[in-house]
């Protein structure tokens, strides 16, 4: 894996949307006739949003997703396609920050994104058995994971640090939004490249921020790191995983466009703030183990403190908690886009069925992940569904097609857009 592109001088004034890699590339176009860019939506008619849930390990679903979506938009526009180019906004919470890092984060050779959509799930396969390595099911096991995390996070820092190196958060090739919790403040902590352009004190290295947002209670251990304010005082981070404020950060990434309509930013104009009719949303889940109908209120009705935090091998007020919030985004987001009449600019991907271990976070075995990268597979030949909301099951959705067949017309709808981009820029972008 390429290592990351180092840092661009830092300006504490503000700039244009576009960030010093951004440019950069841009400058380069000239000479990279096939690298397909994509002007700001100002160009355009629409937002193009990109959201990826927290899930762990099942990363590798999405991972999935995302593959086949670049394939497709490959056969459009030329082999040089990549993910980036199409989104105006990714957003990712947990291991859902991480793959928005790797999708977003430029080279040091041309400055093209990390990762090909294609190779992030060699990633998973290669590094989560070291990330989560086997912990013993015995007492001791239960105790050690009693009296501290699961998992100390050492390989899982030094490896983020290693890909990412220098860069930060104003340094990636397209806007990001990555959601965190500041356990020491009690409240959400969102990085964008919108706020570290305009507050250098959110300009963290994304090394920091996706190790923060990766830092799932009982899991894996809270993250501290400082930044400087522009005065040059210091700025404490004290980082906890992005789920426990937004595990489905779709409408994270729509409140951060709106807020930058209603700051006058010029990348987005003529669109007016709410105007959610001209938002183009992919939204990728990482699965959920519904239809096991694990437990009961006769269950949970005699659990204290300990049976909440640990029962059969899961945590299941962590887990209630991460799936109302993912759940009750994705009802939001789907009413509302049907009362605009614009359904089919709104693609929820997600599969309630996992069983067994494929529903686990943190399960690293070989055989697991590779169930994981079957379990994508098989997600895109599947009819797509929406959340039925007296249920909070997924149900067929009758008026669209397989998953794979909706993100085929996807792509189709995200070249045509870029392709209309370059043209009200007189092909000079």
Same mark, same amino acid.
């Given at each position: 894996?390429?290592?990351?592109?180092?840092?661009?001088g830092?300006s504490?004034?503000?700039?244009?949307?576009?960030?010093?890699?951004?440019r950069?590339?841009?400058?380069?176009?000239?000479?990279?006739?096939?690298?397909?860019?994509?002007?700001?939506?100002?160009?355009?008619?629409? !937002?193009? !949003?990109?959201?990826?849930?927290?899930?762990?390990?099942?990363?590798?679903?999405?991972?999935?997703?995302?593959?086949?979506?670049?394939?497709?938009?490959?056969?459009?526009?030329?082999?040089?396609?990549?993910?980036?180019?199409?989104?105006?906004?990714?957003?990712?919470?947990?291991?859902?920050? @991480?793959?928005?890092?790797m999708?977003?984060?430029?080279?040091?050779?041309?400055?093209?994104?990390?990762?090909?959509?294609?190779?992030?799930?060699?990633?998973?396969?290669?590094h989560?058995?070291?990330?989560?390595?086997?912990?013993?099911?015995?007492?001791?096991?239960?105790?050690?994971?009693m009296?501290?995390?699961?998992?100390?996070?050492?390989?899982?820092?030094?490896?983020?640090?290693?890909?990412?190196?220098?860069?930060?958060?104003?340094?990636?090739?397209?806007?990001? !939004?990555?959601?965190?919790?500041?356990?020491?403040h009690?409240?959400?902590?969102? *990085?964008?490249?919108?706020?570290?352009?305009?507050? !250098?004190?959110? %300009?963290?290295?994304?090394?920091?921020?996706?190790?923060?947002?990766?830092a799932?209670?009982?899991?894996?251990?809270?993250?501290?790191?400082?930044?400087?304010?522009?005065?040059?005082?210091?700025?404490?981070?004290?980082?906890?995983?992005?789920?426990?404020?937004?595990?489905?950060?779709?409408?994270?990434?729509?409140?951060?466009?709106?807020?930058?309509?209603?700051?006058? %930013?010029?990348?987005? *104009?003529?669109i007016?703030?709410?105007?959610?009719?001209?938002?183009?949303?992919?939204?990728?889940?990482?699965?959920?183990?519904?239809?096991?109908?694990?437990?009961?209120?006769?269950?949970?009705?005699k659990?204290?403190?300990?049976?909440?935090?640990? %029962?059969?091998?899961?945590?299941p007020?962590?887990?209630?908690? #991460?799936?109302?919030?993912s759940?009750?985004?994705?009802?939001?987001?789907?009413?509302?886009?049907?009362?605009?009449?614009?359904?089919?600019?709104?693609?929820?991907?997600?599969?309630?069925?996992?069983?067994?271990?494929?529903?686990?976070?943190d399960?690293s075995?070989?055989?697991? @992940?590779?169930?994981?990268v079957?379990?994508g597979?098989?997600?895109?030949?599947?009819?797509?569904?929406?959340?039925?909301?007296?249920?909070?099951?997924?149900?067929?959705?009758?008026?669209?097609?397989? %998953?794979?067949?909706?993100?085929?017309?996807?792509?189709?709808?995200? #070249?045509?857009?870029?392709?209309?981009r370059?043209?009200?820029?007189?092909?000079?972008?």
């Amino acid at each position: 894996m390429p290592p990351a592109m180092q840092v661009p001088g830092e300006s504490n004034g503000p700039r244009r949307l576009l960030n010093p890699a951004q440019r950069a590339l841009s400058s380069r176009r000239s000479s990279l006739p096939s690298t397909p860019g994509s002007p700001p939506p100002s160009y355009g008619s629409i !937002v193009t !949003v990109l959201s990826i849930d927290g899930g762990g390990v099942r990363g590798i679903i999405p991972g999935t997703i995302l593959a086949f979506l670049e394939e497709k938009l490959q056969e459009l526009d030329g082999p040089e396609a990549r993910i980036a180019d199409y989104f105006d906004v990714i957003a990712g919470t947990s291991t859902g920050g @991480l793959v928005t890092a790797m999708l977003t984060a430029p080279n040091d050779v041309d400055g093209r994104p990390l990762f090909a959509a294609k190779d992030i799930n060699s990633f998973y396969l290669d590094h989560c058995p070291k990330i989560f390595p086997p912990i013993s099911k015995g007492p001791f096991g239960l105790l050690k994971s009693m009296a501290g995390p699961k998992y100390d996070g050492e390989y899982l820092h030094s490896i983020v640090k290693k890909l990412l190196g220098d860069t930060r958060v104003r340094d990636t090739l397209k806007n990001i !939004v990555i959601p965190t919790f500041d356990i020491k403040h009690m409240q959400p902590t969102i *990085f964008s490249t919108y706020d570290a352009i305009q507050d !250098v004190s959110k %300009n963290a290295l994304l090394s920091d921020v996706c190790i923060g947002t990766s830092a799932a209670p009982t899991y894996l251990p809270g993250h501290h790191f400082q930044t400087k304010h522009k005065d040059g005082t210091p700025r404490d981070f004290d980082l906890i995983d992005g789920g426990v404020a937004a595990n489905n950060p779709t409408l994270l990434a729509m409140t951060h466009v709106t807020k930058q309509i209603l700051m006058g %930013n010029k990348d987005f *104009f003529p669109i007016r703030p709410a105007d959610y009719g001209k938002f183009m949303i992919l939204s990728l889940g990482t699965g959920t183990a519904k239809i096991e109908e694990k437990f009961d209120a006769g269950q949970c009705g005699k659990w204290g403190i300990l049976g909440w935090l640990y %029962n059969n091998g899961t945590t299941p007020i962590i887990d209630s908690f #991460s799936q109302a919030s993912s759940d009750l985004v994705d009802i939001h987001a789907s009413v509302l886009f049907q009362a605009l009449h614009c359904e089919k600019r709104y693609l929820r991907i997600q599969d309630d069925e996992l069983k067994g271990e494929t529903a686990s976070v943190d399960v690293s075995a070989p055989e697991n @992940l590779n169930r994981l990268v079957d379990v994508g597979k098989a997600l895109l030949k599947r009819k797509m569904c929406k959340v039925n909301v007296e249920t909070g099951k997924n149900e067929p959705d009758l008026k669209r097609g397989t %998953n794979e067949e909706e993100l085929i017309h996807f792509a189709k709808m995200l #070249s045509e857009e870029r392709k209309a981009r370059l043209g009200n820029e007189g092909g000079q972008y």
